[in-house]
Structures are given as C-alpha cells and as structure tokens.
C-alpha cells in the first residue's frame, strides 16, 4: 500500500463524474494508486517503466479494489477515456493507465484557474512516500506456481465475452488445457522480464483479463468470426496464435 496525500480541486463538484458513483470510484482509485514520480513498478513477473501519473494494472484488479463488477469497471474507463482524462494502453498482460494532464495536477490551487477544462481541474499531485521505486515491489521470491482457479477464470471469461459461447460443463480435456495455459501465462510473463521469479494467483489473473481484453481489440474474433469459446482458445495452437497477435490487423 502506497502512503501519502492528494490534492482535489473544489470544482471536481461541477465535474460530470462526480455525479456518477461509479466514474468517480474508479478515477479516484487510478489518482490515488498512479505513480507521482517516474520510476517502476512490479506487476507479476514484470517490472514496468512508469512515468509520473501512470499506472500499471488490470480490470480484475481495479473491479476486487473498488468493489465493482468487471463490467462496471470496462464501462467506466472507456467513458474516462471518452471524457479525455485519461488514456489506456493494453497489453496482453496488463494496461498502463495515464492520466490526462498530470504535470497540471501538479500546481498549486491558487494557479490552477477557471480557465482550465473541467477534466483538468480535477486533482493536483499525488505523494506516494518516501520509498521511490521500490515502493512498488513486492517480495520478489521464487515462489511454486498457484493451482488453476477453474471457476475464477470460467467467471472472468463469462464477464469478459458474454456474446460468445458459455461452456455447460468443464472439466476433463477442457480444463487439463486451461492448467497448461495458467502455466503457460507465467512463463509468458517471467520471459518479459529477467527478474527473479514472482508467481502469484493475483498475477495469473490479471493476466487472463488482459488477455481476454486484448482479444476484444480483434476485428476479426469479434465481428467476422463464428462464437467461439474458451475450449477454443485454450487449446495450445490457437492461444499461441491469438498471443502472438495473428488475428490483430
């Protein structure tokens, strides 16, 4: 947990988010949790180089953080994003969040002026603590992989593609294939990264809705081919092609 303060101009009050709950949840936890300095951050395997106002993290784990369901959670940054305050760069394992204008949230009140777009007035500057880059590490020591959370990702995977096929019944080859793809996702993330090893069910997981999420950015697998389900896309062969972005473009 990061420690310190914000600052929030009085006209976030005139703000369309602040009337809705929901919104304001969640750019409220991105303020608090982004970075107020340039420096990096540990997010599974990974240990991401941030600038001053991002943050790296997931759907997951912003809907258990706010207490939001994951459909809440998509709703929201797409309409943040809309709205021009802030921007969203996915990957397959995770998103880097930045907040629009950050370096104007960094001014005092009294030059923040009236002059500025709503969404500009909402916040000035977060100060995370004393700990600079490593505030954000965790223990980073090798650690046995997690079981698979069959019914998690069976729920992440309903949520994520509601449109698509729903499996009645998992288990036998479908979810001996789901356990390797789990493994697979930390292999995937630990190759990223020549760090010490750090595998977490948390991390797993964040994985899967990144990846479920950059799969929506397909055209393809979205609006030209046939609903498929998740048997399908944790048979080896298609989530390699889907990871290494053969249905992307």
Not at 175 to 182: E, K, Q, Y
Request: charged share 20%.
């Amino acid at each position: 947990m990061s420690y310190g303060w914000v600052k929030l101009h009085r006209q976030t009050l005139s703000n369309p988010i602040f009337k809705n709950d929901k919104l304001f949840r969640v750019f409220i936890y991105l303020l608090l949790s982004a970075r107020h300095t340039e420096g990096e951050q540990m997010i599974g395997d990974a240990i991401v180089n941030l600038k001053a106002g991002q943050w790296a993290t997931g759907r997951i784990a912003i809907s258990r953080e706010t207490g939001l369901t994951q459909q809440n959670v998509r709703t929201a940054l797409n309409k943040l994003e809309k709205l021009n305050i802030l921007t969203i760069k996915p990957t397959t394992k995770f998103s880097i969040i930045s907040i629009v204008n950050w370096e104007k949230y960094q001014q005092d009140n009294q030059q923040v002026t009236n002059n500025q777009p709503a969404s500009n007035q909402q916040v000035t500057t977060n100060k995370n603590g004393k700990n600079g880059k490593n505030e954000d590490k965790e223990n980073s020591g090798k650690q046995v992989l997690p079981p698979c959370p069959q019914k998690e990702l069976l729920a992440i995977w309903s949520e994520a593609m509601p449109e698509q096929r729903q499996p009645r019944v998992w288990d036998g080859q479908r979810a001996a294939n789901m356990t390797n793809r789990w493994k697979d996702g930390f292999k995937i993330m630990k190759s990223d990264n020549s760090g010490p090893l750090y595998d977490s069910k948390e991390s797993g997981l964040i994985f899967w809705g990144s990846f479920f999420d950059y799969m929506r950015q397909s055209d393809f697998l979205m609006n030209n081919c046939k609903p498929f389900g998740l048997d399908w896309i944790v048979n080896k062969a298609n989530f390699t092609k889907i990871f290494e972005g053969n249905y992307h473009g």
